[in-house]
């Protein structure tokens, strides 16, 4: 028995085509060595690949082309069996009539439009092909159990074509009634309708731009079939040459947060593109949509599928969650002047974005964890705040990893602040979270959080006594990243939306910039084509990122943190520029290693003269003292009735000190002000000494109409404290503290 026949048997393939079809080319020399690593491959990716598992290698699976009637699946399938050597199968013209024997028009007459749907299912479901490219019919992802079995068989493609697109299209052929369509029900209300089959069995999605040629939509198919095969996963920004063979996958770098070498994780494959005329289709989107669009870009179906993130998105990005039903709108603040409105999540910041989304991530890559991972086994993510991101994980994981076996457990500074923040956190509700006020300051929370990490001792008591593993959720997680990329180009698209802009004309984008995560995700969405003029980045007195991006020097050795109103961004080292300088440094391992180690080592380095030219075209900085940041609150308060957020004040001072205003500028607005409501009312003049968090949020809203109040983060506050452990900064107090919760969860 040859190898092919084998594997045709193993396949359930038939042996000789008994309809003629031309897809005799299953017969491929060599064909166990792509099975096995395909295997291999799988069995690594875990389940979320199993569709492809009973398929055979990826070298095997059909290219199954999927979408509306006249979005040119038959066209682009003749392009493509041109161009890729694959047999091709309409199964319009090649499979139906020779399988009914006789013609669809007469199937149609035989069993009328509702049982032409299931006769098509049936027809399809016996339809054996391997190695094919198949144009499925428009009507044939209405039935469930044959499209499922045809999607097993390989890559689904969807032709995402606009409708006027395909309206113009059937009228030009002239067809003015689709199969399935009952009499009197216009082709402008089925569409739409159909479109939902569509989205629920697509691997991959082809987005066309309006008027796009079949040869264009071929040539994407090619391109986005090798990026899926390929599949090149993450390397770290600190492994060179041999290392970076091997990649993790996206649900492990989920997972692990840092790579094993101390670099970051980043795509070992290009940073996606979107085409101008692509981005107009997400033009009229909503925000979960958009989302997923722009995401199914960056996480390869393989690792996450479309309908899992879909998913996910949904669960994240739900209006009754978020303060508002636009979740990022942009708002108009005066001049060409926009605010990309980021704060509207439940806890009040930008951090949402991505806290509302990862947690899915998380659990999901937890579900593929094989080896070390069992049901017994749990994790528990352990994180030291500075106020808005101890709210945001624990918001995050409360309402969406509930009883996944993940814990949360926040540290926070218990003098070091916001009142809103505290209560934010000290009365949130979840059996999986922990919270725990620290006699001490954050640094000293930070470094304890590293210690546990690094304790044997711990680990070892967490893994015998507790069946329990320690995670981060800190923003140098890819999962964290990756959600933010979306709301700088939805800001960018709803300009265009509301006709400020045209689609391609060049804005600036400001952002008050810490661990340089939100300004790494508008660089990526730079990168994937949004035209993004300049990026500005706004420090406050901690300015460190400022005097780098202006000289190329990193210097640490004469500053410590200096407290400030916008505590978010006191931060010196700046863990994401890591990332930004693999980028712009062209992946050279080799100078992020030298730049960090010096770091470490003389607390300095400074970037070659090239790399600091290619960071100044892309990004400016500029910082903020403390004056100007009140002053900036007042004076846009008294102009514009808008109250800004100190960390928003900060860019907005800096870019308006740089943008030279011939173009148009957003602002990320990363906080609403009731975050910070007591500097806000000092910036003022107000007093709040005396007040409670839930009056200042009320004199503040007497004092500024705009932006509208928070109610989610208002009504937040009010609940019940139930979290009021406050213990010493000894560390193996801390340390009990973690095991007392570990005894609960
Ligand atoms: C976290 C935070 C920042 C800083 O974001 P990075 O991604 O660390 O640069 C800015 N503003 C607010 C309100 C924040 O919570």
Redesign the pocket.
């Known amino acids: 028995m040859t190898n092919m026949m084998q594997f045709n048997i193993l396949q359930g393939l038939c042996q000789s085509c008994k309809h003629g079809f031309p897809h005799a080319r299953l017969l491929q020399t060599n064909f166990l060595a792509p099975l096995k690593s395909t295997l291999q491959r799988r069995q690594r990716i875990g389940q979320v690949h199993h569709r492809y598992v009973s398929s055979g290698s990826i070298e095997q699976a059909n290219v199954i082309l999927m979408g509306s009637p006249g979005c040119g699946k038959t066209t682009v399938a003749q392009i493509l069996h041109r161009k890729m050597k694959m047999p091709i199968i309409d199964v319009d013209d090649d499979h139906l009539e020779p399988y009914w024997g006789m013609s669809v028009a007469q199937k149609l007459q035989e069993v009328g439009s509702k049982g032409f749907i299931e006769a098509e299912g049936r027809a399809l479901l016996d339809l054996k092909a391997s190695g094919s490219i198949i144009s499925l019919t428009g009507s044939n992802p209405m039935h469930t159990p044959a499209m499922t079995a045809v999607a097993q068989s390989g890559t689904v493609i969807f032709l995402d074509v606009q409708m006027s697109d395909i309206l113009q299209r059937l009228a030009r052929m002239k067809v003015s009634r689709i199969v399935g369509q009952e009499k009197g029900t216009p082709m402008e209300d089925i569409l739409p309708y159909r479109q939902q089959f569509y989205e629920k069995f697509y691997d991959i999605r082809i987005l066309c731009e309006e008027y796009e040629t079949p040869d264009s939509v071929a040539d994407k198919v090619i391109r986005s079939l090798a990026v899926f095969k390929d599949n090149k996963g993450f390397v770290s920004t600190r492994s060179e040459g041999a290392q970076k063979k091997y990649s993790w996958t996206f649900l492990d770098v989920v997972l692990q947060g840092l790579a094993p070498d101390g670099g970051l994780f980043v795509p070992a494959r290009e940073i996606p593109h979107f085409s101008g005329g692509e981005m107009r289709r997400l033009v009229h989107l909503n925000y979960p949509d958009r989302a997923l669009c722009i995401l199914e870009r960056w996480i390869n179906p393989q690792d996450l599928h479309p309908q899992f993130l879909r998913q996910f998105i949904q669960w994240a990005y739900d209006p009754q969650v978020f303060n508002c039903n636009k979740i990022f709108p942009v708002r108009h603040l005066e001049d060409n002047i926009y605010l990309a409105e980021l ?1 509207h999540g439940p806890t009040g ?3 949402d974005a991505a806290l509302q989304l990862m947690p899915h991530f998380f659990t999901k890559a937890l579900q593929h964890e094989k080896g070390s991972w069992d049901r017994k086994t749990k994790y528990v993510i352990l994180v030291a705040t500075s ?3 101890g709210g ?1 994980v624990l918001d995050g994981f409360a309402r969406h990893a509930g009883n996944c076996g993940v814990g949360v457990m926040v540290l926070y500074p218990a003098r070091g602040i916001s009142d809103v923040q505290r209560l934010q956190m000290t009365t949130m509700q979840g059996d999986n979270i922990h919270v725990v006020g620290v006699e001490g300051d954050f640094d000293l929370c930070q470094t304890t959080v590293k210690k546990i990490f690094m304790d044997p001792k711990v680990e070892e008591e967490m893994r015998t006594k507790f069946h329990c593993k320690l995670s981060a959720a800190n ?1 140098i997680s890819w999962g964290r990243l990756v959600p ?1 990329i979306v709301y700088h180009m939805s800001a960018y698209l709803d300009l265009v939306q509301t006709k400020v802009i045209t689609m391609g004309d060049e804005v600036d984008l400001c ?11 508008a660089f990526y969405a730079k990168e994937m084509g949004v035209p993004f003029h300049r990026l500005i980045c706004a420090s406050n007195t901690n300015n460190v990122l400022t005097d780098f991006i202006n000289t190329g020097i990193y210097d640490l050795r004469k500053r410590h943190v200096l407290r400030t109103s ?1 505590p ?2 006191d ?1 010196l080292v ?1 863990s ?1 520029l890591e990332r930004y300088l693999y980028h712009v440094t062209d992946r050279s391992a080799d100078i992020i290693k030298k730049c960090f180690t010096s770091l470490a080592e003389h607390r300095y380095f400074e970037v070659p003269e090239e790399v600091l030219r290619t960071m100044q075209k892309i990004m400016i900085a500029g910082w903020c003292s403390e004056d100007q940041c009140s002053n900036t609150v007042n004076q846009i308060l008294k102009r514009t009735g808008y109250l800004l ?1 100190p ?2 004040a900060v860019g907005a001072h800096v870019s308006m000190s740089l943008n030279q205003r011939d173009r148009p500028l957003i602002i990320a607005s ?2 609403h002000p009731a ?1 910070f409501a007591s500097d806000v009312l000092a910036f003022m003049g107000k007093k709040s000494l005396g007040l409670s968090a839930s009056e200042m949020l009320v004199k503040l809203h007497e004092l500024a109409k705009l932006p509208a109040p928070h109610t989610k983060l208002s009504s937040s506050i009010s609940r019940p404290v139930i979290h009021s452990t406050v213990c010493s900064s000894n560390y193996s107090d801390i340390v009990s503290e973690v095991y007392k919760f570990l005894n609960r969860l």
Do not use: C, E, M
């Not at 661990?515 to 790494?520: A, E, P, Q, S």
């Open positions: 704060f910041s930008f951090k106020g808005d991101t945001a923003s933010q952002i008050p910039t810490g661990n340089f995560g939100n300004i790494l995700a916008s978010s961004i931060i700046s994401n957020d960390h928003t990363t906080a975050k």
